[in-house]
Structures are given as C-alpha cells and as structure tokens.
C-alpha cells in the first residue's frame, strides 16, 4: 500500500480508518520527528500483529480476561473483524505463509495446554499438532519463507529449543541442541538464514544460524534483554525489542549486529514490531498511560 496521499480519522468503535486526502502532510511529521502513528484508541492489551498482505493487519485482542481473539484490521477503511468467525477457545500468536493462504496459529486445549494449529484460510480445513502431556505447549511458530513448513519454539526433556513441521504437521525436525530457552524465529528471504532469540548465554539475546543448527553468530551482546527479533522483507535489516536503556524499546540493526538504531523513546513499554510488507514501516504495540494500542512509525 502506498501511504503518501491518505489521511486517518478516528472511527466511533475507537479503531483507526485511513482515507485519501491528508495523509501526506501526517507523514512530513512522521518522517522528520520519526514520531508513531496511532492506529486503535480501545487500549485493550494486544498482541503478536503481523501482516497478511499491504493492507490487512493481524492482531491478538485481549477481548476480556478469559478470552483473546484473533483480529483482522484493514487498514485502508478502518474495518475490524474476527480473522477466524467459528473460534470457541482462545487463539493466540498468528503468523501467515507470505502467499496468504496458511494461517499458523496456538489454540487453547485447556488451561496449560496449547496445540499448534496450521489453517489452510481457503479451503478453512486445519491441521493440529497437539502438544504432549502436562504443562507445555508451543510458543512462537513462524513459516519458512517458501511457506512448506512451519517453524516454533517447543519445550521437551527440560529445553525449550525450535522445530519444525510440513503443512500437514508431520516431519518434526529439530533446528536448536542447547539447554538455553530459544524463541521467536524468523527466517531471512532466501530461508538461508534462521533468526531468533536465546538465553543460552545467561539473558535474551539474539543469534542466527544456519536452519540445520550449524553457523551460530550472536548478534547481540548486553545485560539487559534483547527479545522478538524480525528479518525485515528485504533481510536487509532486523527490527527488535530491548531493554538496554530502562524499558521496553524498539530497536534496529544491521544484520551482522552493527549500525544499532533506537526506534522508539518513551518511558512506557513499546514492543511486538512487526514490519509492513514494504519494509518502510514497523507496526508496534505500544503502552501509553496504561492503554495499549498498535501504532505505526516510519524507519526508512
């Protein structure tokens, strides 16, 4: 979506609608001050957003306590809309192949248990890889970039380490071997590449390696955590969240580590970036006197 001749307005259901007209003059602002663009005024707790294409953004809605959602806002009217009308349980943490047609997501079994579900949004038939007994569950799940496998962080024999499974939820391979926690991968555009976070050296930090484990770098390297990192689309550049400076930040880098950018200054939490699909934007969730909301901010 282009962004440079659209104006936003505040709709009376509290989310944002975005039309023709203004929207050029908002962005002067955003690009000089670099100052974040508010997108939802309901502050409800939020979650996981992610995009399904330019104009449609993904999110978790805390709807109530015992309930959280799965949304779909787009982006160029404003309307919102469950992303999936037949769930009866909790969904959480979604993530879409970069064709649109598969939906990864965690349902709720019970209260300690969550099953991975991988959604062919189409044909709507599913398949589920249910978690073992006990208290666990998976965390994390992304796509391969060529969008034939899913990715996600699993815990077994005391290790949460990253897996992955084929659309149909078979074929578990094991990408990480290490007694540290390992979440939140995301692949570069080639799948050369495999990003994600661990604390296997004593607090979160950042690492890539190769998908079959080999080739570990880390990437950062600070006392505070660094957590949900993000190859950007072109995997130029990573989009992640820091605590290095007293809170909940936005940060980007390079994707050797160096060039380190500050997003966001703001002495309340902002977290969960995610880029748009034209690697010029990242949306964010973002704490503002207690509320939280999604925002948009400008880093080309």
Same mark, same amino acid.
């Given at each position: 979506?282009d962004?440079?001749?659209m104006?936003?307005?505040k709709?009376?259901?509290?989310? &944002?609608t975005i039309?023709t ?5 908002? /962005?002067?602002? /955003?690009?000089?001050?670099?100052e @974040? ?6 502050g409800?707790?939020?979650m996981? @957003?992610?995009?399904?294409? =330019?104009?449609?953004?993904i999110?978790?809605?805390l709807?109530?306590?015992?309930l ?6 787009n &982006? ?6 469950p992303?999936?009308t037949d769930?009866k349980?909790?969904e959480l943490?979604?993530?879409f192949s970069d ?5 990864v997501?965690?349902r709720?079994?019970g209260?300690?248990s ?11 038939t599913?398949a ?6 006990g208290f666990?569950?998976?965390?994390t799940?992304?796509?391969f970039?060529?969008?034939?496998r899913?990715?996600f +962080?699993?815990?077994e024999? %005391?290790?949460?380490?990253i897996? +992955?499974v084929n ?5 578990r391979?094991q ?14 555009p080639?799948d ?13 930090e950042?690492y890539? /390696?190769k @998908?079959?484990g080999s080739e570990?770098?880390?990437l ?8 949900r990192p993000?190859?950007?689309? =072109? ?5 992640f969240? +820091?605590h290095?400076?007293g ?9 050797n580590g160096d060039?380190?950018?500050r ?6 939490? =902002?977290?969960?970036p995610?880029?748009? @699909?034209? %690697? ?13 909301d999604?925002? /948009?901010?400008?880093?080309?």
């Open positions: 979506m962004f440079s001749n104006a936003i307005t709709l009376p259901n509290g989310y &944002l039309v007209g203004v929207w050029a003059c908002l /962005m002067v602002a /955003m690009v000089e001050g670099s @974040p663009q508010r997108l939802t005024y309901d409800r707790i939020k996981g @957003p992610t995009f399904l294409d =330019d104009e449609e953004l999110f978790v809605d709807a109530k306590p015992e959280t959602s799965i949304l779909r806002m &982006l160029r009217d404003g309307t919102i809309e992303l999936h769930a349980s909790q943490e979604p993530a064709d649109g047609v598969y939906c997501f965690l709720a079994r209260a300690l969550v099953e991975l579900v991988i959604r062919n949004e189409r044909e709507k599913e589920i890889v249910p978690p073992a007994n666990c569950g998976f965390r799940p992304a796509f970039r060529h969008g034939k899913v990715v +962080s699993y815990a024999d %005391g290790r949460q380490d897996f +992955s659309l149909q939820g078979e074929d391979q990408h990480t071997q290490n007694n540290g926690m390992n979440y939140w991968p995301s692949f570069s080639s050369e590449q495999l990003l994600f976070g661990s604390t296997r050296d004593g607090n979160y950042i890539r /390696m @998908p079959d570990v770098v880390r950062t390297n600070h006392p505070f955590q660094d957590v993000q190859y950007s689309p =072109d995997g130029k550049r990573i989009a969240t +820091s290095r400076d809170n909940f930040e936005i940060y980007l880098m390079d994707t060039n380190l950018q997003v966001t200054n703001h002495p309340e939490r =902002d977290d969960f995610t880029w748009h @699909p034209d %690697g010029r934007h990242l949306v964010m969730i973002s704490e503002r006197q207690g509320s939280h999604l925002y /948009m901010v400008e880093v080309d």
